[in-house]
């Protein structure tokens, strides 16, 4: 149980293009959902929280008109990547709760190339 | 300083080997998780713990409170557990029991 579904794995476009990621709760109510991006050999590092039905909580540093988040539904949020460009390719990747308490459930990323 | 601190950074062993990864951490905690994320980026949560110790097949993850350090064994390695791993706190300077903050991970290769 508790899976996590990420959609597209892979997207190479060009400079301007916008990108959607979307994030899905396949067997469990998300009480909130977390996006991450990672740069090559670093750590993660947290964007934004995302609670269903309320605007996100952006980390500090991270443009909220660059990086759009919308939490439609218990199971779905997804991450909209305008207007990008090379600095923006990196390796995105959401997770979800079900309960603080409990462990965050990663989806299995997606690799953006902007060329 | 990063608030949380893993070592080694980087761990090759030979299969078979016992294997151990430490994680110290400088703030206050409501909990610490253990990640593993293999080659292509997809990240499996091995462990979440606020005291004593867990073991799942292979991997055992105890935690120390007071001296605010952790530690995940893997017994009898294989290449196939060869990733990298992530120690990940809750609790931190992010002000919220579930945000999580990273140490940089653990680059482990399990050789034949």
């Known amino acids: 149980g508790a899976v996590v579904s990420q959609h597209p794995s892979w997207v190479i476009c060009k400079s301007g293009t916008s990108v959607k990621i979307e994030c899905r709760s396949l067997?469990?109510?998300?009480?909130?959902m977390f996006w991450y991006r990672q740069f090559p050999k670093q750590s993660l590092m947290l964007m934004a929280t995302?609670?269903?039905?309320?605007?996100?909580?952006?980390e500090q540093g991270v443009e909220k008109d660059k990086f759009l988040i919308n939490h439609a539904s218990l199971t779905l949020s997804t991450l909209t990547v305008t207007s990008a460009h090379p600095e923006d390719s990196s390796f995105y990747i959401c997770?979800?709760?079900?309960?603080?308490?409990?462990?965050?459930?990663f989806g299995d990323g997606t690799r953006l190339s902007i060329l | 300083k990063n608030e949380v601190e893993q070592s080694p950074q980087n761990l090759t062993a030979q299969e078979g080997e016992f294997i151990t990864i430490n994680c110290s951490y400088s703030v206050g905690i409501s909990a610490l998780h253990w990640l593993q994320q293999h080659p292509g980026g997809g990240i499996v949560s091995l462990f979440m713990l606020s005291s004593g110790k867990k073991k799942h097949g292979r991997l055992i993850a105890t935690i120390n409170i007071q001296e605010k350090h952790s530690s995940l064994h893997i017994t009898a390695s294989h290449p196939r557990d060869s990733a990298v791993y992530i120690c990940?706190?809750?609790?931190?300077?992010?002000?919220?029991?579930?945000?999580?903050?990273f140490g940089k991970g653990t680059l482990l290769t399990v050789n034949p």
């Open positions: 067997d469990f109510q998300a009480t909130t």
């Open positions: 995302s609670n269903e039905g309320s605007k996100a909580t952006y």
């Open positions: 997770s979800a709760i079900r309960d603080p308490n409990q462990p965050q459930h």
């Open positions: 990940a706190v809750n609790g931190g300077s992010g002000g919220s029991n579930y945000k999580l903050t």
